[in-house]
Every structure is written in C-alpha cells, then in structure tokens.
C-alpha cells in the first residue's frame, strides 16, 4: 500500500506541475482559467509533495491534504464549464481533475485506515 500512495502523490505532485504550465502550453482563454490553473496546480503540488516525502519515510499521508487535494480536484472538473473555457483547456482540466480526484481519494481512503488501526493498536495496548 505505502509504494501505490507514495506513486499516486507522486504523480499527483507532476499532475500540479503540469496545471502550472497548461494555461501557457494551451493558451487559456481568459485570466481568471489562467489564475485558477496556477494557483490550484501550486497547491496541488505543494501538498502532493508533502504527501510523497511523508510516504516516503514509511510515513501515512495526511488525510487533510489529500481531502483538499481531492476537492481540488472536483473543482478542476467544474471550474472550466464555471470559466466558460472550452476545447484543449476544458478537457485538460476535466482529464487532471478527475486523475486528481482518484489518485487523492484513494490515498484519503489509506490514509484514514492507517490513522484507524493505530488507534485501535493504542487502545488494545492501554
């Protein structure tokens, strides 16, 4: 499990890099696609790479950050239909969001189950 979450924050971290370059590979439309492009790919990044040098010290991930990381990538799905963007930038936001979503999530689920068997483990132990 911990070599699938340490990978998903990897590539969710190279997922946020690419959204701070897509805007200006894709051209965005209007400021405010470009402006949601970079601020959201900078958070992603930066907790994505949070996450993975957690992991990679046989760390769990933090379930805050991935939750965020995963509701950012619900918006990304709904933020370019809510900038009224279309063509190579709408889908390269709905196709990041959704590999956002899942690789986030899936890492919201092992982190939790990690936090949940340590506290069953300190309560049996007490």
Request: no cysteine; hydrophobic share 50%; net charge positive.
């Amino acid at each position: 499990m911990r070599t699938t979450t340490k990978r998903l924050a990897g590539l969710n971290g190279l997922l946020g890099l690419w959204l701070l370059a897509a805007p200006f590979a894709f051209d965005a439309p209007t400021a405010a696609a470009r402006w949601n492009d970079v601020l959201v790919g900078t958070a992603l990044a930066l907790g994505a790479g949070y996450n993975y040098s957690r992991t990679a010290r046989e760390l769990a991930p933090n379930t805050r950050l991935t939750t965020l990381n995963a509701t950012l990538g619900l918006w990304l799905i709904v933020a370019p239909f809510a900038f009224g963007v279309d063509g190579a930038s709408l889908w390269n936001d709905v196709v990041v969001g959704t590999l956002v979503t899942s690789f986030a999530g899936y890492n919201t689920y092992v982190g939790t189950s990690l936090e949940r068997n340590a506290a069953a483990a300190d309560r049996n132990a007490s």
